[in-house]
């Protein structure tokens, strides 16, 4: 665990990204396997279910520290962070009376111990304990743990472990470690995995052929388009598809098996049955990429609509009947079990194509009993032919359809996959006036990818480019303030701004980003001096500040006061020219309501 605090204490102190990487590179050289396995597990953002809920903890906190609650609420309230805050009150070991906490003994060894002991024969087998053993356990632990080890150890049991690394600082640290290819980490990191000896060992290893039956590849990411589009060149040499605001995925098809990934690397097939039974039409050995979109009546709904299936439990057939989803399919990564990533683009396209047909007439076989049907598709290397069954890189076929449920198919008069569009024009000026009409199609923008570009790992410049509209904006004033969390804790940092409805300001949105620091510090140093009321850690200031906000979308909304709910609001500037009087009015925001 020693090991393990050290290199989250490195990371924690720098920005510099070399050091980082470095501080990575030293860790991993000399860590056990077992302990590299947790450790990777932890830094790329991957954490187990919380074992302990934040009240109990927060109850053995203030017994162990022998004060009053509200005195660790103060405390809270003052660090930002509970994990720094636990770490700060509780005793040092060596500081603790034999009365006040059970005996270490109740942990499963004695002395120091490497992060993966920790991790599996405390940390996770603490969810199948009673309260009593639970407490008697934490207690034991922060009996023995001291310093930057406890701490590391209360952001592991709060589920709250974050530090500034990427995956990609991580990947680049692995790979100079062990000489593997960067790309082979990167894939064998995607979808499901235990943190084991045998795993991180597999993980560096030099052949790059292996794959698991459900691993996804790792995504393609666009970069903003800053510049104008005619900037890249002719207009032949790129295709345009419209930017559609849902969840990113890729459906699987392997060995008889459908999996649905979404890009924050969840499997989220059984939040969507309707794309995972098209899926089971799909030839085996194909990963397509995509965008799971609420979709009715051939158009595409408001994103808030298909967070109504993303935060249920339950689908219920109501709910599946009034946010029907597709896949809006726009590459193909895998065809006959074949790594097709390094294709050209037009390739994969052409590809994709045959394969959206081909699950079209299967589609419409299976809900309505037809036999089977006979699709035939062109590529760069020939003719495609498929006769009921899936189709093979030799261009034959080899399987029939395999049987399955109807009933989440029979609702869709059209497939549940779908082909994301090719915008065409005739040149980049007629491109523009179709990208001007983006909010009107319920879209972000455009996407501009090279014709004969390679589906790469992660965001690469000069092959996609997203080319978004200008997002809504609206001038709204200050009414809350919050303290931020970790580096930002002694700091108000988190905001909630207000417009006006008649003569009442009403609570419109909350940001937290966009100010720099010195004018964080001047936004700190007026609500310390303006605050009006306080509701534990919300502190009530005098409405005087204004401030641009900007946000990707907007509806209708029963759950908040304003009956507005905006996506992804951030600070664009703050508005010292304007009064408060002079912020926007909720008729205003409502005029911006797609359709109104």
């Given at each position: 665990?020693?090991?393990?605090?050290?290199?989250?204490?490195?990371?924690?102190?720098?920005?510099?990204?070399?050091?980082?990487?470095?501080?990575?590179?030293?860790?991993?050289?000399?860590?056990?396997?077992?302990?590299?396995?947790?450790?990777?597990?932890?830094?790329?953002?991957?954490?187990?279910?919380?074992?302990?809920?934040?009240?109990?903890?927060?109850?053995?906190?203030?017994?162990?520290?022998?004060?009053?609650?509200?005195?660790?609420?103060?405390?809270?309230?003052?660090?930002?962070?509970?994990?720094?805050?636990?770490?700060?009150?509780?005793?040092?070991?060596?500081?603790?009376?034999?009365?006040?906490?059970?005996?270490?003994?109740?942990?499963?060894?004695?002395?120091?111990?490497?992060?993966?002991?920790?991790?599996?024969?405390?940390?996770?087998?603490?969810?199948?304990?009673d309260e009593a053993e639970q407490r008697a356990i934490i207690l034991a632990a922060w009996a023995t743990l001291g310093g930057a080890e406890r701490f590391v150890w209360n952001k592991l049991i709060t589920g709250a472990f974050r530090v500034g690394v990427s995956q990609q600082l991580v990947v680049?640290?692995?790979?100079?470690?062990?000489?593997?290819?960067?790309?082979?980490?990167?894939?064998?990191?995607?979808?499901?995995?235990?943190?084991?000896?045998?795993?991180?060992?597999?993980?560096?290893?030099?052949?790059?052929?292996?794959?698991?039956?459900?691993?996804?590849?790792?995504?393609?990411?666009?970069?903003?388009?800053?510049?104008?589009?005619?900037?890249?060149g002719p207009l032949a040499e790129w295709q345009a598809e419209w930017k559609w605001d849902g969840i990113r995925a890729q459906l699987i098809r392997r060995a008889g098996q459908v999996f649905l990934w979404s890009r924050g690397e969840d499997l989220i097939s059984d939040r969507f049955p309707e794309?995972?039974?098209?899926?089971?039409?799909?030839?085996?050995?194909?990963?397509?990429?995509?965008?799971?979109?609420?979709?009715?009546?051939?158009?595409?709904?408001?994103?808030?609509?298909?967070?109504?299936?993303?935060?249920?439990?339950?689908?219920?057939?109501?709910?599946?009947?009034?946010?029907?989803?597709?896949?809006?399919?726009?590459?193909?990564?895998?065809?006959?079990?074949?790594?097709?990533?390094?294709?050209?683009?037009?390739?994969?396209?052409?590809?994709?194509?045959?394969?959206?047909?081909?699950?079209?007439?299967?589609?419409?076989?299976?809900?309505?009993?037809?036999?089977?049907?006979?699709?035939?598709?062109?590529?760069?290397?020939?003719?495609?032919?498929?006769?009921?069954?899936?189709?093979?890189?030799?261009?034959?076929?080899?399987?029939?359809?395999?049987?399955?449920?109807?009933?989440?198919?029979?609702?869709?008069?059209?497939?549940?996959?779908?082909?994301?569009?090719?915008?065409?024009?005739?040149?980049?000026?007629?491109?523009?006036?179709?990208?001007?009409?983006?909010?009107?199609?319920?879209?972000?923008?455009?996407?501009?990818?090279?014709?004969?570009?390679?589906?790469?790992?992660?965001?690469?410049?000069?092959?996609?480019?997203?080319?978004?509209?200008?997002?809504?904006?609206?001038?709204?004033?200050?009414?809350?303030?919050?303290?931020?969390?970790?580096?930002?804790?002694?700091?108000?940092?988190?905001?909630?701004?207000?417009?006006?409805?008649?003569?009442?300001?009403?609570?419109?949105?909350?940001?937290?980003?966009?100010?720099?620091?010195?004018?964080?510090?001047?936004?700190?140093?007026?609500?310390?001096?303006?605050?009006?009321?306080?509701?534990?850690?919300?502190?009530?200031?005098?409405?005087?500040?204004?401030?641009?906000?900007?946000?990707?979308?907007?509806?209708?909304?029963?759950?908040?006061?304003?009956?507005?709910?905006?996506?992804?609001?951030?600070?664009?500037?703050?508005?010292?020219?304007?009064?408060?009087?002079?912020?926007?009015?909720?008729?205003?925001?409502?005029?911006?309501?797609?359709?109104?």
């Open positions: 665990m020693n090991l393990f605090a050290e290199l989250y204490t490195a990371l924690d102190e720098t920005n510099r990204t070399s050091a980082k990487v470095d501080a990575l590179v030293r860790y991993f050289e000399c860590a056990d396997p077992a302990d590299a396995a947790w450790a990777l597990y932890f830094l790329i953002g991957r954490r187990p279910r919380q074992a302990v809920s934040m009240p109990r903890l927060r109850a053995w906190a203030v017994e162990a520290a022998a004060i009053p609650d509200w005195l660790f609420g103060e405390s809270y309230d003052a660090v930002g962070d509970f994990a720094e805050t636990v770490t700060l009150l509780v005793p040092e070991p060596g500081e603790w009376h034999p009365a006040d906490v059970a005996s270490a003994s109740v942990l499963p060894f004695d002395g120091p111990q490497p992060l993966h002991r920790w991790v599996e024969a405390v940390l996770l087998p603490l969810r199948e304990r680049r640290a692995l790979a100079r470690v062990s000489g593997a290819d960067s790309a082979a980490i990167t894939h064998r990191l995607m979808g499901e995995w235990q943190p084991s000896a045998a795993f991180y060992q597999a993980l560096l290893a030099h052949d790059s052929a292996d794959t698991d039956v459900s691993r996804p590849y790792p995504f393609c990411l666009a970069y903003p388009l800053d510049d104008a589009p005619e900037t890249l794309i995972t039974a098209i899926g089971a039409l799909l030839p085996d050995g194909v990963v397509i990429d995509g965008e799971v979109l609420p979709w009715k009546d051939g158009t595409v709904l408001p994103f808030a609509q298909l967070q109504r299936r993303i935060g249920r439990r339950d689908l219920t057939r109501n709910v599946l009947d009034e946010v029907p989803v597709v896949l809006l399919a726009y590459d193909l990564l895998e065809l006959d079990g074949v790594d097709v990533r390094d294709r050209p683009l037009t390739w994969r396209r052409a590809q994709l194509e045959w394969l959206v047909a081909l699950v079209a007439g299967r589609f419409e076989g299976e809900t309505r009993g037809h036999g089977e049907q006979e699709t035939r598709g062109h590529g760069e290397q020939g003719t495609w032919r498929q006769e009921g069954g899936g189709v093979s890189s030799a261009g034959f076929v080899s399987e029939k359809p395999s049987s399955l449920d109807n009933a989440p198919l029979l609702r869709y008069s059209a497939t549940p996959l779908l082909l994301s569009p090719i915008v065409t024009a005739t040149d980049w000026n007629d491109l523009a006036a179709q990208w001007a009409m983006s909010r009107e199609r319920n879209v972000e923008g455009m996407m501009l990818k090279r014709r004969e570009s390679a589906y790469r790992v992660g965001r690469v410049r000069g092959d996609w480019w997203k080319w978004k509209v200008a997002p809504y904006t609206v001038d709204a004033v200050l009414i809350y303030a919050q303290r931020g969390s970790g580096k930002r804790a002694s700091l108000y940092t988190d905001y909630t701004f207000a417009v006006w409805d008649g003569d009442r300001l009403v609570p419109f949105a909350k940001a937290y980003s966009g100010l720099t620091d010195e004018e964080i510090r001047q936004v700190d140093a007026f609500v310390r001096r303006n605050t009006l009321e306080k509701f534990g850690p919300v502190r009530t200031v005098t409405p005087e500040l204004v401030f641009e906000l900007a946000f990707e979308g907007i509806q209708r909304s029963a759950r908040h006061k304003s009956g507005i709910a905006v996506r992804f609001p951030r600070i664009l500037r703050w508005r010292h020219d304007k009064r408060p009087a002079d912020a926007d009015t909720i008729e205003t925001v409502r005029t911006m309501l797609p359709g109104d």
